[in-house]
């Protein structure tokens, strides 16, 4: 499905997860970066050296996850915005996902959205809870969204509702 419709299946998901273990203990990086490119930004991104260096620029990136704190700088600096963090622990019922977003205006905090799978689909709703925008992310910002941790790894993207009629 990938080759055809670059949208990956959750067995491609899957497969680039760290452990469950990892994932229970706080936010960490997946890497959603299917092709072999030249593109190395990743891992000159990781202030922690989280990412294993490139033996070829073309290579997948790895992550040592034991070493990723979740601190997304990897998601700002990724051209391909082929990186999330996702984060189990936010709350009880909830998860948090950080995802790279470059539309303006920016959203803002405690804004409802309509959340959206890989291909665009909407699969519910979702609550910005910080939105992270410096200097150094080149216009990249990150906007942590709050969603139902059963669609953690289903939700990469979001839109905004529409105005209602009464304004
Ligand atoms: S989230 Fe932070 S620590 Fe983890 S790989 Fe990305 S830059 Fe490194
Ligand atoms: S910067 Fe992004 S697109 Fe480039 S290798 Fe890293 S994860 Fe893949």
Redesign the pocket.
Known sequence: MLEETGIPDREDIQNNLPDEERLKEGPVAI?E?YQE?P?????YSCPLGAIKEFEDINN??ELDSDKCTGCAQ?VA????L??FVIDYTYSEDEGVIRLPYEFSPLPAVDEQVIALDHSGEEVGTGRIVRVVNNENQDKTAIVWLAVDKDKLLTVRHFKRMEESADG
């Open positions: 890497f970066c490119i593109c190395d930004p990743c891992y997948l990136p990897c600096n990724c051209p391909g082929a990186i």
